[in-house]
């Protein structure tokens, strides 16, 4: 689930936690991502992103994973970037809103659906 890469800054270690595409509903993964990151001591988190997905969450996935999410984001040692599946909520765009049975079909992929 996650990688630690470790670096040398001015002789010293430093440890860096790498969490990869979340893409779980949010009570698989949150408290398993907190217990690994108390346990690890780590000096940089970094998130790859996809925090939301939007073809499997429910509402409640979404809320709790927002919650968290404005949590960690307080965090000086936390860095989180924008994954693909979440970047549909900042910027969108009417192809990345085909619905599930839509999607799977090659006739539909890459048409606009606005």
Not at 45 to 62: E, M, N, Q
Not at 94 to 110: A, T, Y
Request: hydrophobic share 35%.
């Amino acid at each position: 689930m996650s990688t630690v890469f470790r670096e040398h800054r001015n002789q010293q270690k430093m440890k860096t936690l790498v969490f990869p595409d979340l893409h779980e509903p949010p009570q698989d993964v949150l408290d398993r991502i907190e217990t690994l990151i108390a346990s690890e001591c780590a000096d940089r988190i970094v998130f790859l992103g996809d925090y939301f997905d939007k073809f499997y969450d429910t509402p409640i996935d979404a809320a709790e994973m927002a919650t968290w999410l404005v949590k960690s984001l307080t965090d000086p040692r936390r860095t989180h970037l924008i994954g693909n599946h979440d970047a549909s909520y900042l910027w969108p765009v009417p192809w990345l809103h085909v619905g599930k049975s839509e999607r799977n079909s090659r006739d539909s992929w890459g048409e606009c659906k606005g």
